[in-house]
């Protein structure tokens, strides 16, 4: 292994933590622009909490609300906007992986000149990184994506029906505020749909990455177990607030990068439901509980012992030798059953997907993440029609 590592983000957690917000953000500037989604913290409570702590702290707020499930590019420059004309010196990203997502780039487009729509890649030769951004403090009321811990966002332009991504050092958060307690309120599929996701976020490394990190192994392995462990209490019981801390905090693991460092795995399951989520704008976690066991079982083929090892390490499975393709397919079937058991759609026509736009959709997902070859990266990498066996698949 070589690599080069730093994750510079202080993480504030533990129940309560919301009170501390004013004095993290203190730190960093005086007149926040507080991020917000659709309205729920405003329902309960937490919007006037943070304000509260915020104004505590001799910190003034102009609110962004109306961040979409899956945030529009329209939306993150109207953010920058607002950021500019009320001179916000510091963004709060008060939400789910949405709104953290958006806060990030809201915060670098005040700086970026030109198109912000060049930070992703999406076809083009050229590609501009943004290299400055205001200081962003973000608070997860969603334990889902780990994005309050990482310096990586997703964006889709409505205009091109595209979702694509950046990665740069200036969107790391100054300090992620952590409080499990604000995810108490959060429904039951959405709960679900979250769990989904952080483990997906490791299984994408440990199934894409490069051989010879046990390390690692052991790190994602400890993570989804601890997921199917606390995972189901937290979406039986929303005030289970020891369940909702430890999912919050494996969310947190999944993708803060410890799990991924060293193994330079690409991410071809969450390339394909981005463009799935893009057309159909459906929960980025209910998408990839389909379109993940379906890709598992297409990449099994040329793998069978790493999903053989999956297998016995986390379902108990014994394989008969290493590269047991019927062991590797029971812990792909096992996996299935636990995200249907805590109420993830499985298949396509669960969220009213068809099969009349598959190839569009191994179209647009190449265009954005590609080899020399024309191929989604991955191990295998795979062609736009194995993209669409993939999810011919999970009709």
């Given at each position: 292994?070589?690599?080069?590592?730093?994750?510079?983000?202080?993480?504030?957690f533990?129940?309560?933590?919301?009170?501390?917000?004013?004095?993290?953000?203190?730190?960093?500037?005086?007149?926040?622009?507080?991020?917000?989604?659709?309205?729920?913290?405003?329902?309960?409570?937490?919007?006037?909490?943070?304000?509260?702590?915020?104004?505590?702290?001799?910190?003034?707020?102009?609110?962004?609300?109306?961040?979409?499930?899956?945030?529009?590019?329209?939306?993150?420059?109207?953010?920058?906007?607002?950021?500019?004309?009320?001179?916000?010196?510091?963004?709060?990203?008060?939400?789910?992986?949405?709104?953290?997502?958006?806060?990030?780039?809201?915060?670098?487009?005040?700086?970026?000149?030109?198109?912000?729509?060049?930070?992703?890649?999406?076809g083009?030769?050229?590609?501009?990184?943004?290299?400055?951004?205001?200081?962003?403090?973000?608070?997860?009321?969603?334990?889902?994506?780990?994005?309050?811990?990482?310096?990586?966002?997703?964006?889709?332009?409505?205009?091109?029906?595209?979702?694509?991504?950046?990665?740069?050092?200036?969107?790391?958060?100054?300090?992620?505020?952590?409080?499990?307690?604000?995810?108490?309120?959060?429904?039951?599929?959405?709960?679900?749909?979250?769990?989904?996701?952080?483990?997906?976020?490791?299984?994408?490394?440990?199934f894409?990455?490069?051989?010879?990190?046990?390390?690692?192994?052991?790190?994602?392995?400890?993570?989804?177990?601890?997921?199917?462990?606390?995972?189901?209490?937290?979406?039986?019981?929303?005030?289970?607030?020891?369940?909702?801390?430890?999912?919050?905090?494996?969310?947190?693991?999944?993708l803060?990068?410890?799990?991924?460092?060293?193994?330079?795995?690409?991410?071809?399951?969450?390339?394909?439901?981005?463009?799935?989520?893009?057309h159909?704008?459906?929960?980025?976690?209910?998408?990839?509980?389909?379109?993940?066991?379906?890709?598992?079982?297409?990449?099994?083929?040329?793998?069978?012992?790493?999903?053989?090892?999956?297998?016995?390490?986390?379902?108990?499975?014994?394989?008969?030798?290493?590269?047991?393709?019927?062991?590797?397919?029971?812990?792909?079937?096992?996996?299935?059953?636990?995200?249907?058991?805590?109420?993830?759609?499985?298949r396509?026509s669960?969220?009213?997907?068809?099969?009349?736009?598959?190839?569009?959709?191994?179209?647009d997902?190449?265009?954005?993440?590609?080899?020399?070859?024309?191929?989604?990266?991955?191990?295998?990498?795979?062609?736009?029609?194995?993209?669409?066996?993939?999810?011919?698949?999970?009709?």
């Amino acid at each position: 292994m070589k690599f080069t590592f730093q994750n510079p983000v202080q993480i504030i957690f533990g129940a309560g933590t919301l009170d501390r917000l004013g004095e993290a953000v203190r730190a960093h500037g005086t007149k926040a622009l507080v991020v917000t989604g659709g309205g729920s913290v405003k329902r309960n409570g937490t919007f006037d909490r943070a304000v509260a702590s915020l104004n505590a702290a001799g910190v003034s707020v102009v609110e962004c609300s109306g961040v979409e499930p899956n945030p529009r590019l329209s939306t993150v420059v109207r953010g920058a906007d607002l950021a500019r004309r009320k001179a916000c010196d510091v963004v709060v990203a008060l939400g789910g992986g949405s709104t953290m997502d958006a806060a990030k780039v809201m915060a670098a487009v005040v700086f970026f000149e030109g198109d912000p729509w060049e930070m992703f890649p999406h076809g083009q030769a050229n590609r501009r990184l943004p290299d400055r951004a205001l200081p962003i403090v973000t608070v997860p009321t969603l334990a889902a994506t780990g994005s309050e811990m990482n310096a990586g966002a997703v964006i889709t332009n409505e205009k091109t029906t595209i979702k694509s991504f950046v990665t740069a050092g200036c969107l790391y958060p100054k300090v992620a505020v952590v409080d499990p307690e604000l995810t108490a309120s959060v429904p039951k599929d959405q709960t679900a749909y979250g769990v989904c996701d952080l483990i997906t976020h490791v299984t994408e490394s440990y199934f894409n990455g490069v051989d010879g990190t046990p390390l690692q192994d052991r790190i994602v392995e400890g993570i989804i177990l601890t997921a199917m462990e606390w995972g189901p209490k937290a979406v039986a019981d929303g005030n289970d607030i020891e369940a909702r801390a430890q999912v919050q905090w494996a969310s947190v693991v999944a993708l803060n990068g410890w799990a991924q460092v060293g193994t330079f795995g690409p991410y071809p399951v969450h390339m394909i439901e981005h463009t799935l989520s893009a057309h159909h704008d459906i929960a980025h976690g209910a998408g990839l509980a389909i379109v993940n066991p379906a890709w598992m079982r297409v990449a099994a083929r040329t793998r069978p012992a790493r999903f053989a090892q999956f297998a016995q390490r986390i379902f108990g499975i014994t394989p008969k030798h290493p590269d047991d393709a019927e062991a590797a397919s029971e812990g792909i079937d096992r996996f299935e059953a636990f995200l249907r058991s805590i109420g993830c759609p499985t298949r396509l026509s669960e969220v009213g997907i068809g099969e009349e736009l598959l190839d569009k959709f191994a179209e647009d997902t190449v265009l954005v993440a590609h080899d020399e070859e024309g191929r989604l990266p991955g191990r295998p990498a795979l062609t736009p029609s194995e993209i669409v066996e993939v999810l011919r698949s999970a009709l």
